[in-house]
């Protein structure tokens, strides 16, 4: 039953990852054409390169390549098994197609698996699945905006809304299956101040130069989820703790200087990921080394 569990859980990962990776191009084709047509300046050869995209209605919308617009069918649609068998290319014109897409795939799948493998709470009754459910389609959402921000520095609103929306709905049955109600809504609270108080104030001391108003509302999503003010600490410490890792050695390196920009969002993702799962361990042991 477990080997059915995951393979089903790898299965959907790679539909679910499919469709997220589609929608960073959509979303990004869409949020170029508002942005010229509210007089910004874009890059004329990515507008002209994804206009297509935002051209058809959603009902209407259909997978295209993007460099000769191509249609999909549905043997091309076939996650990561089709860009596999196409050497990463398009059928038609045999451009490539790039390593974003299998990437999202592969990701969406794994982390469907080590949510299922590392859950900290045993998956038995109605409330316990229904909040695994919502985190699993918050990591489709996670999944857009970690692609979207390392891209192209930027996390889209209408994600980020859906992913605060999934994780209130968190909240609120975390409140509803706890003993301790008015314990779990402080805990809560002190999550979101800790994941989006402390970002909203340094946004205000910096007057945005340091920090971007789409990490506040990713940080109040991803502390809804968490939903512990103890695991909103973990994952603010691993998020820098992993920007550190990646960061100094590249301008150690030279690849970085002290000025360029540095996407927080996919960190903060993927520390909150990492707290969700193992956060609990590590603030147990925590508390226990200290008495």
């Avoid at 994600?159 to 929306?165: E, H, K, L, R, S």
């Amino acid at each position: 039953m477990e080997i059915v569990i995951y393979v089903g859980l790898v299965l959907l990962g790679l539909v679910l990852g499919s469709f997220a990776g589609a929608t960073v191009w959509r979303l990004r084709a869409r949020q170029l054409v508002a942005d010229k047509k509210a007089g910004e300046h874009v890059d004329h050869a990515e507008y002209t390169k994804l206009k297509k995209l935002a051209s058809e209605k959603t009902s209407k919308d259909r997978s295209r390549c993007l460099h000769c617009g191509y249609e999909l069918k549905w043997y091309d649609l076939v996650p990561l098994v089709s860009w596999l068998t196409l050497r990463g290319r398009c059928r038609n014109c045999h451009k490539e197609i790039g390593r974003m897409e299998p990437l999202i795939e592969l990701g969406t799948a794994a982390f469907f698996v080590a949510s299922y493998a590392f859950w900290p709470v045993e998956l038995v009754g109605a409330l316990p699945i229904a909040i695994f459910a919502l985190w699993l389609l918050s990591g489709i959402g996670l999944a857009i905006m970690f692609a979207y921000d390392s891209k192209w520095y930027l996390l889209p609103d209408k994600i980020n809304f859906a992913v605060i929306g999934l994780g209130l709905a968190t909240a609120v049955l975390t409140i509803i299956d706890s003993p301790d109600k008015i314990g779990t809504l402080l805990s809560i609270l002190g999550a979101v101040a800790v994941l989006s108080g402390i970002y909203f104030a340094l946004y205000i001391i910096s007057k945005g130069r340091w920090i971007g108003f789409g990490d506040i509302k990713l940080g109040l999503g991803l502390a809804l989820l968490l939903s512990d003010w103890k695991l909103a600490l973990i994952a603010l410490f691993a998020a820098n703790l992993i920007g550190c890792l990646i960061v100094i050695p590249l301008m150690v390196s030279g690849k970085l200087k002290r000025d360029s920009r540095v996407p927080f969002g996919p960190l903060l993702i993927a520390g909150a990921v990492i707290t969700k799962l193992v956060g609990a361990g590590i603030a147990e042991f925590y508390t226990l080394s200290l008495m």
